[in-house]
């Protein structure tokens, strides 16, 4: 059974940064894709960044330019590195791992953009 443990989400001001941590159990963590997700009240749940066992990245257009995903094997966690943050941006934060003994999902830290 994979766990995924979020954390650095919390209330910043527009324009401020944020660097969302996902830590996972378990040896399939190199071996697998990794996500970010979000989703904000009254919407569906979207892709914010993704990345591959061999560090190939994908970025949401909304977020392209302004996030950075990277990964560490050697601790099992990917991070989100947001900046220029904008009211939009406020949602819950769901980490996402991929593999080939299935899907699963962390329980979410919300990220609130507000002044």
């Known amino acids: 059974q994979v766990q995924l443990v979020e954390s650095g989400g919390g209330l910043v001001q527009p324009g401020g940064s944020l660097r969302l941590s996902c830590a996972a159990s378990g040896s399939i963590f190199r071996v697998s894709v990794m996500g970010w997700y979000r989703q904000a009240p009254g919407k569906e749940r979207e892709l914010v960044a993704s990345i591959t066992s061999d560090d190939g990245t994908n970025y949401a257009d909304s977020v392209k330019g302004r996030s950075i995903i990277s990964r560490d094997n050697a601790k099992n966690t990917v991070y989100l590195q947001m900046n220029s943050l904008k009211p939009e941006d406020t949602a819950v934060y769901y980490c996402?791992?991929?593999?080939?003994?299935?899907?699963?999902w962390g329980q979410g830290t919300q990220v609130t953009v507000s002044s």
């Open positions: 996402h791992l991929s593999s080939v003994a299935g899907v699963y």
